[in-house]
Nanobody, 121 residues
Framework: VQLQAFGGGLVQAGGSLRLSCAASGRTFSSYAMGWFRQAPGKEREFVAAISWSGGTTYYADSVKGRFTISRDNAKNTVYLQMNSLKPEDTAVYYC???????????????WGQGTQVTVSS
């Protein structure tokens, strides 16, 4: 599976962005998908994850209630809708695919290249 994330950009605090992650391959619907982020000088951290069916989702406490993960298996795409953005959300955001829906990056086998999100105060 090859993944390509896009949709990042510069937004003011309180604004919204929607990230997309397009996957190649016919097996996309069999993978759980996750979003992770890495801010400068910090370790990569979990943001959100969704099961292959979309029936199970997990969120980091820091984004719960503000971000929504979803997927469209017909379009081989997973989304991350980000609302009420804060400066601390500034990071490179990565999408990932794996066998299990989990918060742990080690369980994801395939990674996209990342897209930059910058939130100004």
């Amino acid at each position: 599976v090859q993944l390509q994330a896009f949709g990042g950009g510069l937004v003011q605090a309180g604004g919204s962005l929607r990230l997309s992650c397009a996957a190649s391959g016919r097996t996309f619907s069999s993978y759980a998908m996750g979003w992770f982020r890495q801010a400068p000088g910090k370790e990569r951290e979990f943001v959100a994850a969704i099961s292959w069916s979309g029936g199970t989702t997990y969120y980091a406490d820091s984004v719960k209630g503000r971000f929504t993960i979803s997927r469209d298996n017909a379009k081989n795409t997973v989304y991350l809708q980000m609302n009420s953005l804060k400066p601390e959300d500034t990071a490179v955001y990565y999408c990932a695919a794996g066998a299990l829906v989990t918060r742990y990056s080690t369980n994801y086998n395939y990674w996209g290249q990342g897209t930059q999100v910058t939130v100004s105060s």
